[in-house]
């Protein structure tokens, strides 16, 4: 039912492995089944509650960094060098991904890449700027829309990218100005007129450009910061069309640019958009007119009530019966970071614990797997994010194409089958630990159902069962609970070696039906 009612029906670990698989970037089988026995609030609770910065990346690897030895942070240090950034790139990657490779029951993370598809920033040649810009996103993941949107309006990678630093009062720069109102804020309407995009015009743009001058990123003198220069910015007045209602913006200057953005946040379409775009990363794609009215809207309007605080808005999207609906689950294709990040962290996969390894790992397996798959952090393909978030009428099918199934499959193949290898290190999925903790280990059909549970957003049907069993039985030649009994009274390195073998091949067969790419 579309309706954002609280949803009051029983809870159920298949229901938290939903709310899991949508909000974290997977969890262990202990983790989901502390979730199942969890009441709705208590999950969410869990989910939802703050956590303090993590400590920023620090320097790995490299010693021809001047101003930083190993084991000590960049992130505030001068750079001259295109060696420096060449390691400091992989670093903040790394970083990165151990962030989301920790397994937390927090929706933290997840929330920090759907502002990255938001507030796009791409093409950014110093790591540091990276570093600031991701962070900002991180701290204020679950915090205040208007003020998030006023802190990356000069936030210098923002200034970067989307020319800000280059919009003087002398030469008006409208690239920042059009994307704050067509894809951070506002959204395009119908169109009315000439120029006229029913929520904002073209004049709008050309004016918001004037209000936004003044700003440049300083990288000379550290800390690396947005600063004001007066001297840059149009100190005449600013007048809005009828769709502000005509306002004139006087001169304020660094305040001005807060002033605009509190004008724009006046409409109720900001709350309507925004509400929008976290519906399609949570939920859905498609968005009907039932769902518009019933879902959008209201949510929207907590958020507007809320004076545009995320975490009111989202927790009632979480715990509405709509996100809980069978036509709901298992209906979106999994994007490629969720794609790769949730069996290591649904299995407790052995993981470089050498810094020196962990960060060759991440930055050089994990990360060209995300390019693979077309999902680079800090590489959007362009200021609108990744297509399948916006582009009709794919939007998630379009991460399943001829280039990117190979690269899925290559990955699973050699992650579930113990072939994952980089240098003399090998990535372990374990399964025979997380089998061990079920509470009928040795009945195929019981296992089955559990991995399904941890691997699958539906249950196994029995026709796929019936294809399943025979992997754990070894055909018909010994039954998967004589093996696994034996194990257990004799965990010789042998009788271990027999249940992992068929566990592995289970896990690369389930990894390649098509119900593995869907969440």
Same mark, same amino acid.
């Given at each position: 039912m579309a309706t954002l009612n609280k949803y009051a029906g029983p809870w159920s670990r298949y229901l938290a492995a939903h709310l899991l698989r949508r909000t974290t970037y997977g969890v262990n089988y202990d983790t989901l089944v502390k979730f199942g026995?969890?009441?709705?609030?208590?999950?969410?609770?869990?989910?939802? !509650?703050p956590l303090g910065d993590p400590p920023p990346p620090i320097n790995?690897?490299?010693?021809?960094?001047?101003?930083?030895?190993?084991?000590?942070?960049?992130?505030?240090?001068?750079?001259?060098?295109?060696t420096i950034d060449a390691y400091r790139i992989p670093s903040i990657r790394s970083w990165t991904f151990d962030l989301m490779l920790k397994g937390d029951a927090n929706i933290r993370e997840k929330m920090t890449m759907f502002w990255h598809n938001h507030f796009v920033t791409a093409d950014i040649n110093d790591p540091r700027y990276n570093y600031i810009y991701i962070s900002l996103l991180r701290k204020?993941?679950?915090?205040?829309?208007?003020?998030?949107?006023? +802190?990356?309006?000069?936030?210098?990678?923002?200034?970067n990218y989307l020319n800000g630093r280059?919009?003087?009062?002398?030469?008006?720069?409208?690239?920042?100005?059009?994307?704050?109102?067509?894809?951070?804020?506002?959204?395009?309407?119908?169109?009315?007129?000439?120029g006229d995009y029913t929520t904002y015009t073209e004049d709008d743009i050309k004016e918001m450009a004037r209000v936004l001058t003044g700003w440049i990123d300083v990288r000379n003198t550290l800390p690396i910061r947005a600063e004001y220069r007066a001297g840059r910015h149009d100190i005449r007045s600013k007048t809005l069309s009828h769709r502000f209602g005509n306002v004139t913006i006087n001169n304020a200057g660094a305040e001005e640019y807060k002033n605009l953005i509190d004008i724009i946040f006046q409409k109720d379409e900001v709350a309507t958009f925004i509400?929008?775009?976290?519906?399609?990363?949570?939920?859905?794609?498609?968005?009907?007119?039932?769902?518009?009215?019933?879902?959008?809207?209201?949510?929207?309007?907590?958020?507007? +009530?809320?004076?545009?605080?995320?975490?009111?808005?989202?927790?009632?999207?979480?715990?509405?019966?709509?996100?809980?609906d069978e036509c709901i689950i298992g209906t979106m294709v999994k994007n490629p970071i969720d794609f790769i990040l949730?069996?290591?962290?649904?299995?407790s996969a052995s993981l470089p614990t050498d810094n020196v390894q962990r960060v060759n790992f991440n930055s050089r397996q994990i990360y060209p797997k995300t390019v693979e798959m077309q999902m680079a952090i800090f590489m959007a393909p362009s200021v609108a994010g990744w297509q399948p978030y916006y582009q009709e009428p794919s939007y998630y099918r379009l991460w399943l194409n001829a280039t990117s199934l190979p690269y899925r499959k290559g990955f699973t193949d050699l992650l579930a089958s113990n072939t994952y290898k980089f240098g003399d290190f090998r990535v372990l999925l374990n399964p025979i630990n997380t089998v061990d903790k079920f509470v009928k280990p040795d009945d195929v059909d019981f296992v089955l159902t559990e991995i399904a549970l941890i691997l699958f957003s539906k249950?196994?049907?029995?026709? !796929?069962?019936?294809?399943?069993?025979?992997?754990?039985?070894?055909g018909n030649t010994g039954t998967w609970q004589t093996a696994y009994t034996l194990y257990k009274n004799n965990p010789s390195e042998a009788n271990?070696?027999?249940?992992v073998n068929r566990l592995r091949n289970l896990l690369v067969y389930m990894m390649r039906m098509p119900e593995y790419h869907l969440s």
């Open positions: 026995n969890y009441t709705l609030d208590q999950c969410l609770d869990h989910l939802l !509650q790995y690897t490299s010693t021809e960094d001047p101003n930083t030895p190993i084991g000590d942070t960049w992130v505030d240090k001068g750079t001259t060098s295109g204020n993941a679950l915090g205040n829309f208007k003020q998030l949107t006023k +802190d990356i309006t000069i936030d210098p990678a923002m200034l280059d919009n003087t009062g002398q030469a008006p720069n409208e690239n920042y100005a059009r994307e704050l109102m067509e894809l951070f804020t506002l959204g395009k309407g119908p169109l009315a007129g000439p509400a929008t775009k976290l519906y399609r990363w949570f939920v859905h794609s498609n968005i009907d007119e039932t769902i518009h009215n019933d879902v959008i809207i209201p949510m929207g309007k907590i958020i507007r +009530d809320n004076n545009y605080e995320i975490l009111p808005g989202l927790r009632a999207l979480l715990a509405s019966e709509h996100f809980y949730n069996p290591i962290n649904q299995f249950p196994l049907a029995e026709n !796929q069962k019936t294809i399943l069993i025979p992997i754990l039985n070894l271990k070696a027999v249940v």
